[in-house]
């Protein structure tokens, strides 16, 4: 495999974006979605699509990664330190941002005990302390292992790293709860979790497919892959054999189809684009981690007070709609951190 950079990075910036976009809708779709049977079924049915559409959007930010990162040889305490510190220390701020808020939601009360409080918030940051912070420490454990993995994809033939993508998803398969009984009891967890995507994340971005008409084969794939995950998962909520949210799992064969093509999509695509539009993208890019981050604080409280969510109007309007807002707000509010004197830059993501 080549040891270039990926080609055009304009498509790695397009795509950085959509994911984000993506998540941030993602999130807005959680609330019909969990209200199934008692929520109208035409809106839940709307927010299962919208959750199908943008289910890529964590795979996406760990192929990226893995687009950008694997092909480059490092110094394993300068990299770690390096990674690390951009993550943790924002993750950190953040954390406690939402540690805050689930005080001032009085989910969380602090009496006189200073201990029983740190205690409480050190459980909140061991665990997590808002839904969406569970990418971090996902991300955090990857970080150890790029550079191992990348040491691999480095010298490894092609073939090498197709054979280990193909392991990867056959454990991936057998692993799913509708084939578990065929899982035999050789241990392959050494193939499983989101490390499969950041070296399908380099493969992709790095190899050129002299196949006919591949864009409209992938776009076909993704259409393909939004009726798999939608149906299936309604089919799964009134199947109580399996989990409902089966489909839903980023590490699952339909997300990885809907993944990988959205991936291929946006590489093959060049639009042609005002260059004011071109700024607002690497202005946003500059601040994706920290927008992701704090994306969720500014959906609560557009939630309440402002309801600013999905009862709006017809969901497949005010999903998108919301998710734009909350996208919108969170942006200067980051670059608004960013600027504090002296933390701004370490705090801001």
Same mark, same amino acid.
């Not at 080549?2 to 993602?26: C, E, H, M, T």
């Given at each position: 495999?080549?040891?270039?950079?990926?080609?055009?990075?304009?498509? !790695?910036?397009?795509?950085?974006?959509?994911?984000? @976009?993506?998540?941030?809708?993602?999130?807005?779709?959680? &609330?019909?979605?969990?209200?199934?049977?008692?929520?109208?079924?035409?809106?839940?049915?709307?927010?299962?699509?919208?959750?199908?559409?943008?289910?890529?959007?964590?795979?996406?930010?760990?192929?990226?990664?893995?687009?950008?990162?694997?092909?480059?040889?490092?110094?394993?305490?300068?990299?770690?330190?390096?990674?690390?510190?951009?993550?943790? !220390?924002?993750?950190?701020?953040?954390?406690?941002?939402?540690?805050?808020?689930?005080?001032?939601?009085?989910?969380?009360?602090?009496?006189?005990?200073?201990?029983?409080?740190?205690?409480?918030?050190?459980?909140?940051?061991? @665990?997590?302390?808002?839904?969406?912070?569970?990418?971090?420490?996902?991300?955090?454990?990857?970080?150890?292992?790029?550079?191992?993995?990348?040491?691999?994809?480095?010298?490894?033939?092609?073939?090498?790293?197709?054979?280990?993508?193909?392991?990867?998803?056959?454990?991936?398969?057998?692993?799913?709860?509708?084939?578990?009984?065929?899982?035999?009891?050789?241990?392959?967890?050494?193939?499983?979790?989101?490390?499969?995507?950041?070296?399908?994340?380099?493969?992709?971005?790095?190899?050129?497919?002299?196949?006919?008409?591949?864009?409209?084969?992938?776009?076909?794939?993704?259409?393909?892959?939004?009726?798999?995950?939608?149906?299936?998962?309604?089919?799964?909520?009134?199947?109580?054999?399996?989990?409902?949210?089966?489909?839903?799992?980023?590490?699952? &064969?339909?997300?990885?189809?809907?993944?990988?093509?959205?991936?291929?999509?946006?590489?093959?695509?060049?639009?042609?684009?005002? &260059?004011?539009?071109?700024?607002?993208?690497?202005?946003?890019?500059?601040?994706?981690?920290?927008?992701?981050?704090?994306?969720?604080?500014?959906?609560?409280?557009?939630?309440? &007070?402002?309801?600013?969510?999905?009862?709006?109007?017809?969901?497949?309007?005010?999903?998108?709609?919301?998710?734009?807002?909350?996208?919108?707000?969170?942006?200067?509010?980051?670059?608004? !951190?960013?600027?504090?004197?002296?933390?701004?830059?370490?705090?801001?993501?």
């Amino acid at each position: 495999m080549p040891a270039a950079k990926p080609g055009n990075i304009d498509w !790695i910036s397009n795509l950085r974006l959509i994911a984000l @976009y993506a998540v941030i809708i993602l999130h807005c779709t959680a &609330p019909l979605l969990m209200g199934y049977g008692k929520v109208p079924m035409n809106d839940w049915w709307m927010a299962d699509f919208l959750n199908a559409l943008v289910r890529f959007a964590v795979p996406a930010f760990v192929m990226i990664t893995g687009a950008l990162l694997l092909h480059r040889e490092y110094e394993i305490g300068d990299f770690l330190k390096k990674r690390l510190t951009r993550v943790v !220390i924002p993750f950190l701020f953040w954390s406690l941002v939402y540690v805050w808020y689930s005080w001032y939601n009085e989910e969380i009360t602090f009496g006189n005990d200073a201990w029983a409080n740190i205690k409480q918030v050190l459980h909140l940051l061991k @665990y997590g302390s808002s839904y969406h912070l569970w990418y971090v420490y996902m991300l955090i454990g990857l970080y150890f292992f790029i550079p191992v993995i990348g040491k691999f994809v480095r010298n490894a033939s092609e073939k090498e790293i197709l054979y280990f993508l193909i392991v990867w998803f056959a454990v991936m398969l057998i692993t799913q709860p509708y084939l578990s009984r065929y899982n035999p009891a050789v241990d392959m967890h050494y193939f499983a979790g989101y490390a499969g995507y950041l070296v399908l994340g380099h493969y992709l971005a790095f190899k050129d497919f002299n196949v006919k008409h591949l864009r409209l084969w992938m776009i076909l794939l993704f259409i393909f892959s939004i009726a798999l995950i939608a149906i299936g998962s309604r089919w799964l909520i009134s199947y109580k054999l399996w989990p409902g949210t089966m489909f839903y799992e980023p590490v699952n &064969p339909a997300v990885l189809m809907l993944s990988a093509s959205i991936f291929i999509i946006v590489k093959l695509t060049v639009p042609k684009v005002p &260059p004011v539009i071109i700024r607002i993208r690497d202005f946003a890019g500059k601040y994706n981690y920290g927008i992701y981050l704090g994306h969720a604080l500014v959906l609560y409280f557009l939630d309440d &007070p402002f309801g600013i969510s999905y009862k709006l109007c017809t969901p497949i309007i005010a999903i998108p709609l919301t998710a734009l807002i909350c996208f919108i707000i969170t942006l200067p509010l980051v670059w608004l !951190i960013n600027k504090i004197p002296f933390l701004g830059k370490w705090i801001s993501g």
